[in-house]
């Protein structure tokens, strides 16, 4: 059972706002993010272990040594969104749940993979390996916070990042970002819709200039899997259809998640099927300005990607993120380690999956993704009301405890 001080220590970590916000002195994505890192490293380093904080941007602890195997997190979180029964940053628990934004994506893992590896040193046991946990601020929204560290930190040639779903992910599909400009048509004052491009839009609005004001809501969902939620974006794009080109245009080509309606319908064997969510609209110095996220598979590259929508849009296209496919082989020690912790505390015989969401497990040279959802889970990361379930967390810690004990002990 977890204990009464790794249940407030998570409450604690999870009550931290950690949304990324403007830049101030030594706090480049804000108070927030600063904040959790500060608690985070303060933490690691009360259990022991060597604490280092990377000029704000990310910092890392570390136990033991020999090799370094890194344990990849990110303390920044979304945007809250609408739609919560409960305070996103209130921890509040009910029912067996732990409600907050973060639960699950992604404190609630770096908190469980922790606490697995406090439960090692605390039976006496001594690492083979250094065991290093990297905290990223910038996750979400850049990763920037990577890109800092790899200028001066040393990069583990092995590990794992708990940032996504079980049994484990050996496949990450391409990501690619793209801004897709028109220029405002005559009848429109503004469109707004969307926070960030990974997360599929609920509310809409567009101001017309006769005085009309048309708002459509709808569902939030990792961009990832836009298929589950209900883009409010697209929605109002249909009700302007037969209004402005722009928006026919966009909503033609993006209605459908799979990319067929543009030409995107891409799949290979490896991976499965390319998928994309128009996540945002703004108006901006006369323009309208959409992002686009679209998640590729791996035999495929991102400038395939920007050719077929630059062919197929007559709006202007420009790439503005990216992160390149990820794949492990499935026989790989690695691989087969994770999966043999997991598989002997649910007592299943799964096999490594494939996501369209991005981990920090690409920054290594060797990485795959570890949980923390389990397969029947509808916790919603990225949605109103996530929250993590106590008794998968228990078992969380128990899978990382097994799999970091056969890895690094």
């Keep these: 059972m977890i204990s009464e001080s790794e249940k407030t220590r998570l409450k604690e970590i999870l009550r931290i706002d950690s949304v990324q916000a403007p830049a101030e002195n030594g706090k480049p994505f804000g108070p927030g993010a600063h904040d959790c890192l ?3 490293l303060d933490m690691m380093k ?80 001594s690492p083979k390996k250094r065991i290093r946990f990297i905290l990223g601020c910038n996750e979400e929204s850049g990763w920037a916070c990577m890109d800092r560290y790899k200028t001066t930190e040393e990069m583990p040639s092995l590990g794992f990042s708990p940032d996504a779903d079980f049994p484990v992910i050996n496949c990450e599909k391409g990501i690619v ?54 883009n409010a974006l697209l929605k109002l794009l249909k009700k302007l259809v037969n209004k402005f080109d ?26 499965g099927d390319l998928t994309h969510n128009l996540g945002t609209a703004r108006t901006e110095n006369g323009k309208v300005v959409f992002e686009l996220d679209v998640r590729h598979p791996v035999t495929y590259r991102k400038e395939q990607i920007t050719a077929i929508l630059t062919e197929k849009l007559t709006g202007a296209v420009k790439e503005t993120f990216f992160h390149l496919p990820l794949y492990v082989p499935e026989d790989h020690p690695l691989v087969r380690a994770l999966l043999k912790a997991y598989n002997e505390v649910t ?44 008794s998968d967390f228990e078992k969380t810690i128990d899978i990382y405890y097994r799999a970091i004990k056969s890895l690094c002990f």
């Design 38 to 40: 500060i608690y985070a």
């Design 347 to 390: 007592g299943q015989n799964a096999k490594p999956i494939v996501i369209g969401g991005g981990t920090y497990a690409r920054v290594l040279p060797c990485g795959v993704a570890f949980g923390p959802c389990f397969p029947e889970s509808s916790a919603g990361i990225h949605c109103p009301d996530e929250y993590l379930d106590v």
């Design 177 to 230: 970002y793209h801004s897709i400009t028109y220029p405002l048509p005559e009848g429109l004052i503004s469109i707004q819709a969307g926070e960030r491009a990974n997360m599929v839009p609920d509310e809409a609005t567009a101001v017309l200039s006769d005085g009309t004001v048309l708002t459509e809501k709808g569902v939030s969902a990792h961009g990832s899997t836009p298929q589950k939620g209900d």
């Design 246 to 271: 722009f928006a026919k245009e966009a909503y033609d080509a993006f209605s459908d998640p799979t990319g067929k309606n543009i030409g995107l319908d891409l799949t290979d064997e490896i991976s």
């Design 46 to 125: 009360k259990s022991g272990l060597t604490v280092k904080n990377v000029d704000g941007y990310c910092g890392w602890g570390e136990v033991g040594s020999g090799d370094l195997f890194g344990i990849l997190c990110h303390l920044d979180v979304v945007p809250v969104g609408k739609g919560w029964h409960y305070p996103p940053f209130g921890a509040t628990e009910e029912d067996g749940r732990i409600y907050a934004r973060g639960a699950l994506d992604d404190k609630g893992p770096f908190m469980a993979a922790f606490f697995a590896l406090e439960r090692l040193l605390s039976e006496g046991l």
